[in-house]
């Protein structure tokens, strides 16, 4: 954990060059570009929760760990030292290793919840609204730059949906986003809602200890068994290699897999479905009805492919631990679930790892000028900032790749924008559609065909658009967008500066 000084209190009316708003991976990452590029600059990290790490704070259920490798959900900054996937615990380990080496702790400042933030074109810059979390005590801060890095999870509220009878069970429901520390989960029957990367961390986490695991889904998902270790390691870390050249090479060697596989699901998706249902087929035992259990109506990575790592989830039902029911619910019960088939399941405790709600910019509200932004009628630049919203950028990650990779990405050419505008002897950057470009036809944040996590569809409707043309898309995969970022120039006509 961070060992340097913490942030001094706020005292309200500070006003700073830049505010981010997050302190888990987006924000570090942006933190350190900002030291690096500029180090004069006065900034601090806002954050709402008590700790650092985002989803990494939040996320505290039995066996929560990475569902993409830590060479690539890494910085590019930061060599990564341990096993390709990672439990929750060696993430914030790292990130804490990162704060330290960057020695930001003295400016996060936690339990500090932005409510509001207005632009003012008269004096180019923010007004913040932050609410202490303990207190309630509200402050004001003023900032001539706004980074948003919080992420798009709702932590104060996972998704569950509402069910008939819900309030009827008797035993206990526990979402994984708000795990609770005194749950007794030894000898009881636990049923779990979901077939996700949750879900499929949570029951070979909880198996050795219950009495029965099932696992409840609507509809099947893909999973991905893989080793905890690229098969490149063992062999890399004999020769002795320096930190960051081990990183750059298993960093290349998960980079060139993922693509071939990402690529893969577009070009030829029944034979990417065949080899991985072939593979779960592989570890589950004889006539095991792969085809109803683990068979996705959808395309492989038009929602994300769960990682297994060494196949634990399949070795608990092979073991008769875990067992996987397909099927409807048709209510709850007092002493478990009566499903569409009328069959009944039997249950001590619940779990609805059903997933998370989408939150757009941690759930700010924001004005322009006195004029509040609907950000549904408005278009993104890149996937990094929004039209006619001055200095203000967010991060957005993949989906079908880490996460991290876009942060990178997108802070370098945030910076570039900034360094641009003051070399220019200007203080304000706004992404502004030509006469050209002001008719064109808006498409969804993200088309469904493309990617249809449920979280995502069902956001869809209050997140922000973008353009049928550059610099108005963002839905680009990081094969792409590495070599195409970096070259983006912030003379763009795109960008107004004034």
């Known amino acids: 954990?961070?060992?340097?000084?913490?942030?001094?209190?706020?005292?309200?009316?500070?006003?700073?060059?830049?505010?981010?708003?997050?302190?888990?991976?987006?924000?570090?990452?942006?933190?350190?570009?900002?030291?690096?590029?500029?180090?004069?600059?006065?900034?601090?990290?806002?954050?709402?929760?008590?700790?650092?790490?985002?989803?990494?704070?939040?996320?505290?259920?039995?066996?929560?760990?990475?569902?993409?490798?830590?060479?690539?959900y890494g910085y590019g900054f930061k060599p990564w030292r341990g096993r390709s996937i990672a439990t929750a615990d060696e993430i914030r380990a790292y990130l804490a290793e990162a704060i330290d080496e960057n020695d930001l702790a003295p400016r996060i400042h936690y339990g500090h919840k932005v409510t509001a933030a207005d632009w003012s074109s008269d004096d180019a810059c923010w007004t913040l609204r932050v609410q202490r979390v303990g207190s309630g005590e509200t402050l004001t801060l003023t900032t001539r730059f706004l980074w948003m890095c919080s992420g798009y999870y709702d932590h104060d509220k996972g998704y569950t949906p509402e069910w008939p009878g819900f309030e009827d069970f008797t035993g206990r429901i526990v979402h994984p986003q708000h795990w609770p520390e005194d749950l007794d989960y030894a000898g009881k029957r636990v049923v779990v809602i979901g077939s996700g990367a949750t879900a499929a961390t949570l029951i070979p986490a909880l198996a050795d200890s219950v009495e029965h695991i099932t696992m409840l889904q609507r509809s099947p998902t893909f999973f991905s068994a893989q080793p905890w270790a690229h098969e490149l390691e063992a062999p890399l870390r004999k020769l002795g290699l320096p930190d960051e050249w081990m990183h750059e090479i298993l960093r290349r060697a998960h980079l060139v897999r993922n693509a071939e596989v990402v690529h893969m699901s577009f070009a030829q998706p029944e034979a990417l479905r065949a080899y991985l249902i072939d593979q779960i087929?592989?570890?589950?035992?004889?006539?095991?009805?792969?085809?109803?259990?683990f068979n996705p109506r959808y395309r492989p990575w038009q929602q994300r492919v769960a990682v297994v790592p060494e196949g634990d989830l399949f070795a608990a039902i092979r073991a008769g631990k875990a067992s996987v029911v397909t099927d409807t619910i048709e209510r709850f019960d007092a002493t478990g679930i009566r499903l569409g088939s009328g069959e009944h399941l039997d249950a001590d405790i619940i779990v609805t790892a059903t997933g998370f709600n989408l939150q757009l910019f941690g759930g700010v509200s924001f004005r322009v000028d006195g004029e509040p932004v609907d950000f549904s009628r408005h278009i993104t630049y890149r996937g990094v900032m929004i039209n006619d919203v001055p200095n203000m950028a967010y991060m957005q990650g993949y989906f079908r790749s880490s996460w991290t990779l876009r942060i990178d990405l997108a802070c370098d050419l945030i910076c570039r924008i900034v360094e641009h505008m003051r070399s220019q002897g200007r203080n304000v950057v706004v992404p502004t559609l030509s006469n050209g470009d002001a008719d064109m036809q808006r498409l969804p944040w993200i088309d469904p065909e493309n990617f249809n996590a449920g979280y995502v569809v069902r956001a869809q409707s209050r997140m922000y658009r973008q353009?049928?043309?550059?610099?108005?898309?963002?839905?680009?995969?990081y094969h792409e967008e590495r070599t195409v970022l970096p070259t983006v120039r912030p003379e763009d006509e795109a960008l107004a500066y004034r």
């Open 1 to 72: 954990m961070p060992t340097s000084t913490p942030a001094a209190p706020l005292s309200g009316g500070e006003t700073f060059d830049f505010l981010i708003i997050g302190a888990g991976i987006s924000g570090i990452g942006a933190a350190h570009h900002l030291r690096q590029r500029f180090p004069d600059s006065r900034f601090a990290l806002l954050d709402a929760m008590e700790g650092f790490g985002g989803t990494w704070w939040t996320h505290r259920y039995p066996g929560a760990r990475s569902d993409s490798d830590l060479y690539t």
């Open 281 to 293: 087929r592989a570890q589950l035992p004889e006539g095991f009805d792969v085809d109803k259990h």
């Open 467 to 477: 353009g049928d043309r550059a610099p108005w898309k963002h839905d680009m995969e």
